[in-house]
């Protein structure tokens, strides 16, 4: 964005931080441009690059037992108390997978922030299925995250417009294509 604005100075950009699920909604109605964000199953409306994948792996207590273990696979948490962020397109991924798996997830929780995961995991209360991306923006030195295998779960981070807007101003064809490049 940076090195935009310095091509074009008479530009301005606004800045949404939305849900995913209300990232989609904006832009099939035509109020934002483009966006980044995941994507399960786009709708043929919008275009999409892939920019990196996000694995799914566990946020846990360093008091727990699990932290000795090398390699973990969705079944070794078979008869652990998992919790996972109830929102968004992740959370969808994640409870199939583990309902695939037998296990049980969010058993009388509904989180809807990471803090209160995060407080479960400290206590030793839960195990937290997070993402990477949360863990980088939200890492703490008292927990331990542990990739897990057996299937690998990761979603999809995408770069994303409007594939039918006829109007698509030029500028922002331009910022797109920028971005294509840089990413």
């Known amino acids: 964005m940076a090195r ?9 950009f606004r800045l949404d931080d ?20 995941p994507q399960c199953h786009p709708p043929a409306d919008i275009d ?5 994948t996000d694995e799914i792996l566990i946020a846990i207590s360093k008091r727990h037992s699990l932290t000795r273990q090398s390699k973990l696979h969705w079944l070794d948490l078979r008869d652990q108390a998992l919790v ?13 997978l583990l309902q695939e798996q037998g296990l049980d997830v969010n058993r009388h929780q509904n989180l ?15 195990i937290g299925v997070i993402s990477e991306l949360n863990k980088q923006a939200h890492w703490d030195p008292e927990l331990c995250y542990l990739p897990v295998t ?3 779960l990761a ?4 770069l994303m417009k409007h594939a039918k807007r006829a109007e698509m101003p030029l500028l922002v064809q331009s910022f797109w294509d920028m971005l294509c490049d840089t990413l």
Request: hydrophobic residues 40%.
């Open 48 to 52: 999409s690059r892939l920019i990196r």
């Open 84 to 96: 996972v962020l109830q929102r968004g397109s992740a959370y969808e991924s994640i409870a199939s």
């Open 4 to 12: 935009f604005q310095q091509l074009h100075p008479e530009v301005h």
């Open 112 to 126: 809807s922030s990471i803090e209160s995961l995060y407080a479960m995991v400290h206590n030793n209360l839960k």
């Open 150 to 152: 057996r299937p690998q």
């Open 18 to 37: 939305k849900h995913s699920d209300d990232l989609l909604e904006a832009m099939l109605q035509g109020h934002i441009d483009i966006a980044v964000g």
């Open 155 to 158: 979603r999809k981070i995408c």
